[in-house]
């Protein structure tokens, strides 16, 4: 059985992160458009890097924890199923919990690219616009590995591949706003894939969901997860 799981703000708002974006439209009181594109990068790097440094040390502190429905998903990745888990979110937790392999489709916190020479590497400290890209030498090209509004998301091409071949599509705390994210429930169904929906509420596109399950990721998860090992 080939399962396509897809995961979203949700699954991680019951570890502590913050998510994407309040009732109020701001992003931890800033705009997404000052904090979360090329743009606002090109015209305020430092105040771009201080937000994502923010971010990275709330993720590090130590009360940030995988949840239950990060650890039963690894259980699952574990188990005798074809399993591809996609996320939005840029947070290591799945990896905390036990994944063995997650396609981030926006990026990762704990990650930088070189807008020169496109060198990535780890990072868990606060970045300046006066680092030096440690492979080409370059000061001040050294941003976030996350993929902003306007970008492409990241690994596509092997995720459509996935989506094509699933018998089971999964979307755990999403809200059905983000494309292509939001669209990925249509490609699997025209594959043929029964399509659950995971969430504390109905999303933007739930009835284009065939089940639901509506309740807290590190509940539902658990239980949805002991019942596909059980048969």
């Given at each position: 059985?080939?399962?396509?799981?897809?995961?979203?703000?949700?699954?991680?708002?019951?570890?502590?992160?913050?998510?994407?974006?309040?009732?109020d439209g701001l992003w931890e009181n800033h705009r997404v458009e000052d904090v979360?594109?090329?743009?606002?990068?090109?015209?305020?790097?430092?105040?771009?890097?201080?937000?994502?440094?923010?971010?990275?040390?709330?993720?590090?502190?130590?009360?940030?924890?995988?949840?239950?429905?990060?650890?039963?998903?690894?259980?699952?990745?574990?188990?005798?199923?074809?399993?591809?888990?996609?996320?939005?979110?840029?947070?290591?937790?799945?990896?905390?919990?036990g994944s063995p392999s997650v396609l981030h489709m926006h990026g990762e916190l704990?990650?930088?690219?070189?807008?020169?020479?496109?060198?990535?590497?780890?990072?868990?400290?606060?970045?300046?616009?006066?680092?030096?890209?440690?492979?080409?030498?370059?000061?001040?090209?050294?941003?976030?590995?996350?993929?902003?509004?306007?970008?492409?998301?990241?690994?596509?091409?092997?995720?459509?591949?996935?989506?094509?071949?699933?018998?089971?599509?999964?979307?755990?705390?999403?809200?059905?706003?983000?494309?292509?994210?939001?669209?990925?429930?249509?490609?699997?169904?025209?594959?043929?894939?029964?399509?659950?929906?995971?969430?504390?509420?109905?999303?933007?596109?739930?009835?284009?969901?065939?089940?639901?399950?509506?309740?807290?990721?590190?509940?539902?998860?658990?239980?949805?997860?002991?019942?596909?090992?059980?048969?």
């Amino acid at each position: 059985m080939n399962i396509v799981i897809l995961t979203g703000a949700g699954i991680s708002a019951e570890s502590g992160i913050k998510t994407f974006r309040g009732n109020d439209g701001l992003w931890e009181n800033h705009r997404v458009e000052d904090v979360a594109t090329p743009e606002a990068y090109c015209a305020n790097p430092e105040l771009v890097l201080s937000f994502y440094n923010a971010r990275r040390h709330a993720l590090l502190n130590t009360g940030i924890q995988p949840n239950a429905a990060h650890t039963a998903l690894a259980r699952l990745q574990y188990s005798h199923h074809d399993v591809t888990l996609i996320t939005q979110n840029v947070d290591n937790l799945h990896e905390r919990g036990g994944s063995p392999s997650v396609l981030h489709m926006h990026g990762e916190l704990l990650k930088q690219i070189c807008t020169g020479c496109a060198d990535v590497t780890l990072i868990e400290w606060a970045q300046t616009v006066r680092d030096v890209c440690a492979c080409c030498s370059a000061v001040g090209t050294l941003r976030p590995d996350i993929v902003w509004f306007g970008e492409m998301p990241k690994l596509m091409d092997e995720i459509y591949s996935a989506l094509d071949r699933a018998d089971v599509f999964v979307a755990i705390g999403t809200s059905g706003r983000v494309y292509p994210a939001a669209g990925f429930v249509e490609v699997a169904s025209a594959s043929g894939a029964h399509t659950i929906e995971i969430n504390l509420e109905a999303s933007d596109v739930a009835p284009a969901f065939a089940e639901h399950r509506i309740g807290p990721a590190s509940e539902q998860v658990v239980e949805w997860v002991n019942e596909l090992l059980a048969d």
